[in-house]
């Protein structure tokens, strides 16, 4: 076993070693050698630092060739010790010098290494093995000091790591080749997250690997000769270990503790690791080393060094569990991160709609940018709800912030906008309950919200403000306009009227909605952004003509592209509604008594829509169900009703009287004199439905045409 003895504290009385004093944080794990009887051998220079002169006037500098006792034999060179620091490297004119092999960033190199040799024991051999050092490769550390700022730098690079990938390849980029030649990186398969209890069989995956780069790999190496279709130690070891319970290596990675490849426990715990027909560089050239988290063991990691190389020492085990220790720990970190970045996508994600509808006389096209990669949920929606009448609401607003309570605020603000919109309430009133609703939720829930109602069929879109950034309005000959609709105060304050305007949405107009991270950052305000978006839509238009307006996807992404790099600070969502509209001359509309004639009436006006579309080929099957859901109308109404046909990409025709009570789907018996009315309609259209208004309710049907 060494004499040397570490110290457990900082504050150690024991004697420090050369150049670090007593306050220097790297005293913990230094350690104070036994003295060396007196030898000839020249004396190793003072310690300097860099740019400093040497307390020795003269001595051999790190890296000099020896003399004829040396590993490369030839006469000793004597040179002048300036600057001749444990850090100094040779002077690239100086002849004959060797320049040590560059060490991976953030990596310190391995000094001391030639010093120990010409300050060792005769014939050049290792002061504290006994053996010559090999002359060509990556020297070992041979202080405590060394190992300390190794691990240092090690730790801070697996550190930098985010997720699994980053933290493993931190942890192999910073042993190899530092520390070891090779590197293997088992994991558990699957990884636990959090508290939750494994079940199954421990199973181990070769996670990653790194190795130093060799023209050929020797037969007494660390693993066999690679072939040349597949040569990397990726091939060549076992990908899947299924680790057996009691045996060797459950018992290793129950210890805990890395242990070398000789040890008992280790050679046999390697070949259930590795394979029976991998082996490992015989001595301490391998060092088995389990990673635990924070509660349970998920993984191992096994450091090589080649033949060829200074064996592992019983330091460098303290080495091995640190770097695991970070490792494992790093890990665990990354999987509760991965976990809660996934659940924060599958709430965005139900949270927003899936495909937005295709409405009858518009289009739709949306955008949702979260505010940063690892902040992928936010507060911001939109959507589009068809109503009836072949309308549309469409809706965007914006919760304060953009963390997990505010998307789940946000959620709960789009059902009730949902349910509100199914009731057919005007704009303003669906804004004065959705208020009313964050109120409910908390005193400090505030939102802004935009909510309008197109009607393909008047032309016409109503629009409602609760604090929102005022839409945009694309013309179809270019210009780009911004509308004045009252802002009103946001969400969540109370006690505040809301005012809807109703406007002109002339075809083949676009209209723009928004939340405040499109236009607003910190490099500028929210008018200035709204204003460049403004001229932004103008010059994508001009793009195309007057005549046709930009394509809806590409008019999203050409907004987008206005975002500079510094410009984006919240998460942003788009709506995009390009109106098409209905013409006049496919709407067909009529008001009918609620009386026994009705239905025959319905029936006749209907055939003569149909012949001047040249649709006679519907009628029998119009007249049909036009008949019955007529007929189910007129026995429960006091007002007139109203029938209206649309000839769109499909023939829809809507029934509306006042009666809120909604039709139910139901199989008649064979006793029942009606009843079957609903059930000829869901037999014979395409779809069908019945929607609830403030006023009484609409059933409708939609049949193909031709």
Not at 5 to 16: A, D, G, N, Q
Not at 512 to 517: A, I, M, R, V
Request: hydrophobic share 40%; net charge negative.
């Amino acid at each position: 076993m060494d004499s040397t003895r570490v110290t457990k504290h900082p504050t150690s009385h024991e004697r420090p070693q050369q150049g670090v004093g007593p306050a220097d944080p790297r005293g913990a794990l230094l350690r104070t050698p036994e003295p060396l009887p007196v030898s000839p051998a020249p004396a190793l220079p003072a310690q300097t630092r860099a740019g400093e002169p040497s307390a020795s006037p003269a001595g051999p500098l790190p890296g000099a060739k020896h003399g004829p006792s040396g590993p490369q034999g030839g006469a000793s060179s004597a040179m002048p010790a300036t600057g001749g620091g444990e850090h100094s490297q040779p002077a690239a004119d100086e002849p004959g010098t060797h320049r040590p092999r560059p060490a991976p960033e953030g990596i310190p190199v391995q000094p001391g290494g030639e010093q120990d040799r010409a300050a060792g024991l005769p014939g050049g051999k290792e002061r504290r093995t006994g053996q010559a050092p090999p002359p060509h490769g990556p020297m070992p550390m041979r202080r405590d000091g060394d190992r300390l700022r190794f691990v240092g730098a090690a730790t801070r690079r697996i550190a930098r790591g985010i997720d699994l990938d980053e933290i493993v390849m931190g942890l192999c980029r910073a042993t190899v080749p530092t520390f070891s030649d090779a590197i293997l990186v088992y994991l558990r398969d699957p990884l636990p997250v959090g508290d939750e209890r494994p079940t199954g069989p421990l199973v181990l995956r070769l996670r990653r690997t790194d190795r130093i780069p060799q023209e050929r790999d020797l037969e007494d190496g660390i693993l066999p000769v690679p072939v040349p279709e597949s040569p990397g130690l990726v091939a060549l070891s076992r990908e899947l270990c299924e680790v057996r319970p009691g045996g060797a290596l459950a018992e290793v990675l129950r210890g805990v503790r890395p242990v070398f490849a000789d040890a008992p426990s280790a050679r046999a715990a390697l070949p259930e690791l590795l394979g029976e027909d991998l082996t490992v560089p015989p001595g301490q050239r391998a060092i088995l080393a389990p990673l635990r988290g924070r509660r349970r063991v998920i993984g191992a990691v096994l450091f090589l060094r080649r033949a060829e190389r200074l064996a592992f020492e019983a330091d460098d085990l303290l080495v091995a569990a640190q770097l695991a220790t970070h490792s494992a720990l790093g890990i665990d970190k990354a999987v509760l991160y991965g976990r809660e970045a996934y659940i924060a996508d599958e709430l965005q994600r139900t949270m927003l709609p899936e495909t937005l509808p295709n409405p009858t006389g518009v289009r739709l096209a949306s955008r949702y940018l979260p505010a940063a990669e690892t902040a992928r949920v936010g507060g911001d929606w939109y959507d589009a709800i068809p109503l009836p009448g072949s309308r549309v609401a469409l809706v965007v607003g914006d919760v304060m912030g953009h963390s997990m309570t505010s998307a789940a605020i946000m959620g709960q603000l789009r059902t009730t906008a949902q349910t509100l919109a199914g009731l057919d309430l005007p704009p303003q009133e669906v804004l004065h309950h959705l208020d009313e609703q964050a109120q409910r939720l908390g005193t400090d829930r505030m939102a802004t919200c935009l909510y309008a109602v197109y009607d393909p069929v008047a032309h016409r879109i109503t629009i409602a403000n609760a604090g929102h950034p005022p839409p945009v309005l694309l013309h179809l000959g270019g210009r780009a306009e911004v509308l004045r609709v009252p802002a009103g105060a946001p969400i969540g304050v109370g006690g505040v009227d809301f005012e809807a305007v109703e406007l002109d949405a002339p075809a083949g107009a676009t209209l723009l909605l928004y939340t405040d991270g499109l236009v607003e950052s910190r490099l500028r305000d929210v008018w200035t952004g709204i204003e460049q978006l403004r001229e932004k839509l103008a010059a994508t238009a001009q793009l195309t003509g007057a005549d046709h307006p930009p394509p809806l996807e590409a008019l999203c992404d050409e907004v987008l592209d206005m975002l500079g790099p510094g410009d984006r600070d919240d998460d942003i969502a788009l709506l995009a509604a390009r109106f098409d509209g209905i013409a006049p001359s496919d709407v067909a509309y009529w008001y009918l008594e609620p009386e026994d004639a009705a239905p025959s009436r319905a029936r006749r006006l209907a055939r003569r829509a149909l012949a001047r579309w040249g649709m006679e080929e519907l009628t029998d099957s119009v007249e049909l169900l036009v008949s019955e859901v007529v007929t189910n109308a007129v026995r429960y109404a006091s007002r007139p009703v109203t029938l209206r046909l649309l000839r769109t990409d499909v023939l829809r025709c809507e029934v509306g009287d006042d009666v809120p009570q909604l039709p139910r789907l139901r199989q008649a018996r064979a006793t029942d004199e009606g009843g079957r009315g609903l059930y000829l309609v869901n037999r014979l259209a395409r779809r069908w439905g019945a929607t609830r208004l403030s006023t009484g309710k609409v059933v409708w049907f939609e049949l193909n045409r031709g």
